[in-house]
T-cell receptor, first 112, second 113 residues
Framework: GESVGLHLPTLSVQEGDNSIINCAYS??????FIWYKQESGKGPQFIID?????DKRQGQRVTVLLNKTVKHLSLQIAATQPGDSAVYFC???????????FGSGTRLLVRP | DTEVTQTPKHLVMGMTNKKSLKCEQH?????MYWYKQKAKKPPELMFV???????INESVPSRFSPECPNSSLLNLHLHALQPEDSALYLC????????????FGSGTQLSVL
């Protein structure tokens, strides 16, 4: 299930299940969105991106959905694996600038 | 080569010290970024260089001084830091236009005593 603790919200899933990580973004003028994965001791790693003229994009085992009406972004991971355990950040690009602003993050824990 | 390399990986400094963080990429990218990340928080944008010119300064205190000697290198000069500046400092690069994905280094973990 999903819980909000003192720090990062955490999503705990069983290995093999699908994971859905949600993100609310702030600026209706944002036109480019990215999902990053960050493992302990490492920098953020690019997963998938989507532009505002799309509402869905698929990669290998991952799908990003964009709902501009409610300013909501989600990342779906199919057949979640132990290696998917990490912190996931959504990020939005403000007003076609160089400003890439990160959301607060969700920790994904995969139970064996 | 698809890496952004940051040195040092760890740095401990006193409040009166002067130190520099270094970042290098050989992907031919023309935009480079500094982010600051506190524990359990998202990365926060500090500076952006585009084609070796400072494009964005997010109201960062002057004790942080960025430098972009050429298109492959990015430095962050540190002077008279405070303990609250202790954080992970991340460098990133992108091809050069807006609305592009950023490639991040592993960061420098900075502790200010």
């Amino acid at each position: 299930g999903e819980s909000v603790g003192l720090h990062l919200p955490t999503l705990s899933v069983q290995e093999g299940d699908n994971s859905i990580i949600n993100c609310a973004y702030s600026n209706s003028a944002s036109d480019y969105f990215i999902w990053y994965k960050q493992e302990s001791g490492k920098g953020p790693q690019f997963i998938i991106d989507i532009r505002s003229n799309m509402d869905k994009r698929q990669g290998q085992r991952v799908t990003v959905l964009l709902n501009k009406t409610v300013k909501h972004l989600s990342l779906q991971i199919a057949a979640t694996q132990p290696g998917d355990s990490a912190v996931y950040f959504c990020a939005e690009n403000l007003d076609s600038s160089y400003k890439l602003i990160f959301g607060s993050g969700t920790r994904l824990l995969v139970r064996p | 080569d698809t890496e952004v390399t940051q040195t040092p990986k760890h740095l401990v400094m006193g409040m009166t010290n002067k130190k520099s963080l270094k970042c290098e990429q050989h992907m031919g990218h023309r935009a480079m970024y500094w982010y600051k990340q506190k524990a359990k928080k998202p990365p926060e944008l500090m500076f952006v260089y585009s084609y070796e010119k400072l494009s964005i300064n997010e109201s960062v205190p002057s004790r942080f001084s960025p430098e972009c000697p050429n298109s492959s290198l990015l430095n962050l000069h540190l002077h008279a830091l405070q303990p609250e500046d202790s954080a992970l400092y991340l460098c990133a690069s992108s091809q050069g236009g807006v609305n592009e994905k950023l490639f991040f280094g592993s960061g420098t973990q900075l502790s200010v005593l």
